[in-house]
């Protein structure tokens, strides 16, 4: 994974986050999202959609991929820091962007800032890394699931891991202040200081011994275990104290194999302190030393906390995770293999769809007939002698005297006859036919938008013509492989060479 670059960030339009949003959103049950699915989620024009898709493509935020039976699109890496970063910035968390402070197997950590220029520390999970892609077997981010891609098991980590450092900070342990998280970022705190890997001297070994095991201890009697308590997970801030960091893996007194872990951590921390300080004490707490007073375990649902199906969905849901994605990324899956199943949505989902995406993004979208029909509403007609007829609204003249003033009485000064000429303002634009509504419209004005709609029609025009090249491929193909089949059956299709 390449280095971060937030510079880009700064030039994409709400529409470029709005198509981002919409295949996240098909990835929910898409391996590969179609393109014409995303047009139809993000509620935007066809053509228009497939070309802010190749521009994202060209900055690696989306990646077109063949599938076996249909091509699609799918949100890389740097697409999904993009959106959790436009919704942590819109949310005034984060206002500036710094270097890279920390890798590791399954994240990265960056330095940000606030509006205030206060630091803080960025955390992004990486699942999925070739260092640790057997995450089924050392976590239970799966539950239930078959598979799952990596994004959605990023964000579940960093969904739990923002709610451990949570409870913890809340019971006063050493743990850095939690801010807020979106997606699978976690803002935090940033610690003063250095991990204790970095550290080659203290005043008083043993006194940071006994800190570091009874924190251990404290995490035990809560029903926690932290399960990788070792000198890379344990800073020292500038007044030596310890602070203790990373806890996606942390699981409870009740796992099955807690024992192993908490022997694990209290061995990490003796061998360390044996090899760096040459202090090596008798004195270490044991599993069966542990009095639970807390329910910290319960309250966060860590891993080996006994709980049924029902609770972990009920539980995810109020984490927040609310677009689970279902497929994994190295296999083409079963939505691969039905594709007519998969892009046929029905107009209650796609409201749905779009519903979800207008709220998660809060784009607020400019509606042009709402507003010409505001400045329609607001022009005085029944006073303007300078109206002009329209046949579809007004009778024809009567020859009685008293007869037209009767229908000019009726028509022009009745709520009728204003609601009418409204709704024939709104349908002359979208027709683009030219009339004069109102003095106060000047012809000028009524030309331009007239030649803007007819521009419009013409483009709309030529971009149904045009086929999508990723979608067109995918049909080529498809048909290729259907004459293939056929002349190799021998004119048993009635069709012989």
Request: charged residues 35%.
């Amino acid at each position: 994974m390449g280095k971060l670059d937030v510079a880009i960030l700064r030039y994409l339009t709400s529409e470029d986050f709005r198509v981002l949003t919409a295949v996240e959103m098909g990835m929910k049950n898409h391996e590969l999202v179609p393109g014409s699915l995303v047009a139809s989620i993000a509620n935007l024009r066809h053509g228009g959609v497939h070309k802010l898709m190749k521009e994202l493509c060209k900055h690696r935020l989306l990646t077109y991929e063949r599938g076996k039976q249909y091509d699609g699109y799918r949100l890389t890496n740097a697409g999904y820091d993009y959106l959790a970063l436009k919704a942590l910035t819109n949310r005034k968390v984060i206002a500036s962007f710094g270097n890279q402070i920390g890798v590791g197997k399954e994240s990265n950590i960056y330095t940000v800032a606030d509006e205030d220029r206060n630091p803080l520390c960025l955390k992004l999970h990486r699942l999925g890394r070739t260092c640790f892609r057997n995450v089924k077997d050392k976590r239970d981010y799966h539950a239930h699931r078959n598979r799952a891609s990596w994004l959605y098991l990023s964000r579940i980590s960093a969904t739990k891991e923002f709610a451990y450092m949570k409870a913890l900070y809340d019971r006063d342990f050493p743990v850095p202040k939690p801010i807020d998280f979106n997606r699978h970022c976690v803002v935090m705190d940033l610690v003063q200081g250095g991990p204790l890997t970095h550290v080659t001297e203290v005043e008083d070994p043993g006194s940071l011994y006994d800190e570091l095991m009874n924190l251990i201890v404290r995490l035990g009697n809560c029903g926690v275990i932290h399960g990788d308590f070792n000198e890379f997970n344990i800073m020292i801030d500038e007044a030596g104290r310890p602070v203790i960091i990373d806890f996606p893996q942390m699981v409870s007194t009740s796992h099955p194999n807690a024992e192993l872990y908490f022997d694990r951590d209290v061995k990490c921390v003796r061998e360390f302190f044996k090899k760096r300080f040459g202090f090596e004490s008798d004195l270490y707490p044991r599993f069966s030393d542990l009095e639970r007073d807390d329910e910290l375990d319960a309250e966060v649902a860590c891993s080996g906390y006994k709980r049924n199906r029902a609770d972990e969905d009920q539980l995810l849901e109020e984490m927040g995770i609310g677009l689970a994605v279902s497929d994994d990324e190295e296999s083409a899956g079963e939505d691969a293999e039905e594709p007519d199943k998969n892009t046929n949505y029905t107009d209650e989902e796609l409201a749905a769809l779009r519903k979800q995406l207008d709220d998660s993004i809060r784009h607020d979208e400019t509606k042009k007939i709402s507003d010409i029909a505001d400045k329609a509403a607001s022009l005085n007609i029944a006073d303007n002698p300078d109206t002009e007829e329209i046949p579809e609204l007004v009778p024809a003249p009567i020859d009685n005297e008293e007869g037209r003033d009767n229908v000019g009485e009726l028509d022009k000064n009745s709520q009728k006859y204003r609601l009418a000429m409204i709704e024939k303002a709104l349908s002359d634009v979208r027709s683009m036919r030219t009339y004069t509504s109102a003095s106060t419209i000047a012809p000028e004005v009524v030309k331009q938008q007239v030649k803007k709609n007819l521009e419009d029609r013409q483009k709309r025009m030529e971009r149904k013509k045009a086929i999508a090249k990723g979608e067109a491929s995918a049909v080529t193909r498809l048909r290729r492989d259907n004459r293939e089949t056929i002349r190799e059956s021998h004119g048993l299709w009635g069709w012989d060479e």
